[in-house]
């Protein structure tokens, strides 16, 4: 039974990686960069969320509506002041100005909500369901968070398969200038791509602040690096490759602290990324990368 | 200044490196000596020459070996750690101070040296973007490692744990290293001179070995890996010296920090301070070393020189940072450098051809 609720557990945290792991290849695949302030736009949506439910008294879903508009803004005015001008500069410029917008998002934070963390009362007061006569009990947030991630996730298969902003984005992905040749407004692509990524943050910040409810203006940076790992480790740049990277890396977070140590979790989660690059360099639905002389 | 153009790149580099180093040291010393440096800035002063070794060291990774690590505080923590252990077990046996700064430094640069032989022989497989994410993971296992990490001395030798402190079973003697809690009570024996001393050492090595044999087969490495492959550059043997060097150098500068604090703990030398220093070098110019000190002394001491913005100072400090950038590398702005400076270039040819005239 533990070993089921264990699992439970896992797929539950990797759903949540998996949302903020999709936020992360989205923009990789379509503007070639590591945004490192993805993290941070999940601590800003998780905070909206309170501020909505615990200020405003407004109820739990129109505080997600809320914190989903408030990010996508915020993601769109990030791409269009900080990353914009930077569009055919070194990735490694674009990776520093990351991290500066990263900084400025956290102490705005701490400047507006305070260094004390906040604790956030999940959204989700539904109760748990108990199977096997109390053995194994699953949590409503757990539930809510999968599906959540079930249903983003074929969303966005579809988005970028079937509507012509997907075929859009897969294009720009694909080659920058030949789309451009095509018609398509690049800029206005990447836009959309910082927006939908920046509304996923979002929720997972909400999601991921009720299963684990300590809010404080560095909760997104932790979350944001593993689901960076579990994008690279699904394959950069692929859909199902992120989804599967977080699922992955939360049962093998929840698995090896209940199993080997919680101190060395963290480690391991990382042990295992650095194994599956070496054996697969580019992840594991990452395409093979050609190289021309 | 025509004298200066004439001087090749690396003797100018040179000159400029050393010259900066020299500059601080004849300016700061006699005022530490005089006792006219307030607390605060004294207290900044090893830290500045600690990260200022930092940066000369990714400089090399990320510079001149083209390879972005996100892990490098890793290194420093390995030679932090080795080097307090090393210091504090060699307390009563050598009592000279300097002396087991010394040592302590050395063991601290060897052991990283090892941690970036067992990091680097993987990672220098990967590439881009890969060997980024590789680096930042292998920089959170070593902190992990660290916040689990048990080591005591007594009269029986050097005891080590991964569990507890009372596994090391130490008779009459405290931990060196408490798991999460750090070293603790660490005898501060790092001075100015002594960081001083370590930067030039750190830039002798590196200004020397970039203009090496070595240093321009990774170069060419960086610039065109398969071209170097086919002119026959060995890929991965070049890779792997830098990154080792680099590595050791990092160990030492971390050696070198622990030393001037009383108690340490691993957490502080996490994926922030690896950017941090990434931050120093990127601004710094990569590949230009005295750009890269430059940077560093700055920004380092500008959030301690902002401290009367209180909650503001870090606020200010990415302010600047994302407005630095754009300055540097929008194309937007790259234009308009490019129009000022060729106004200005154009000024001084006729002032050139002016003064050729009236000379005449």
Known sequence: MTFLSNLINGISLGSVYAIIALGYTMVYGIAKMLNFAHGDVIMVGAYISFCATTYLNLPPVVS?????????????????????????????????TAIGVSYFLQNVALLIWGSNPKTFSSIIRLGSVSLFDNKLIITTESIVTVLACIVIMIALTMFTKKSKMGKAMRAVSEDKDAAELMGINVNVTISVTFAIGSALAAIAGVLLCSAYPVLQPTTGSMPGIKAFTAAVFGGIGSIPGAMLGGILLGIIEIFSKSYISTQLADAIVFAVLIIVLLVKPTGILGKKITEKV | MNKLKNLNKFTLTNIQSYGIVLLAFIIIFPLQKAGMLSNQISGLLVPTCTYVVMAISLSLTVGFLGELSLGHAGFMS??????????????????????????????????????????????????????????????????????????????NGIHFSMTSAEALGLIDAKPILNGPNGAQAITKISTFTSGIILIVVALFIVLNLVNSKTGRAVTAIRDNRIAAESVGIGVTKYKLTAFIISAVIAGMAGALYAMNFS?????????????????FVVLGGMKNIPGVMIATIVLYAMPELLRGFANYRMLIYAIILILVMLATNSSGAKQFFEKISSKIKKGENTDVQNGGVSNG
């Open chain 1, 64 to 96: 997600v509506v809320l914190a989903m508009i408030v990010c996508t803004v915020l993601g769109v005015l990030i791409e269009g002041l900080a990353y914009k001008p930077l569009r055919k500069a070194t990735s490694l410029a674009v990776l520093i």
């Open chain 2, 78 to 155: 390995v030679g932090a750690f080795s080097g307090v252990v090393c210091a504090a077990c060699l307390q009563n046996s050598i009592a000279s101070d300097p002396l087991r700064l010394l040592i302590a430094i050395i063991v601290g640069g060897l052991f990283a040296g090892v941690a970036g032989l067992v990091i680097g022989i993987p990672v220098i497989r990967l590439r881009g973007d890969y060997l980024a994410i590789v680096t930042l993971a292998f920089g959170e296992i070593i902190k992990n490692i660290m916040n689990c990490l048990y080591v005591g001395f007594d009269k």
């Open chain 2, 263 to 279: 108690t340490i703990k691993p957490t502080k030398f996490d994926f922030n301070t690896s950017i941090l220093i990434l931050v």
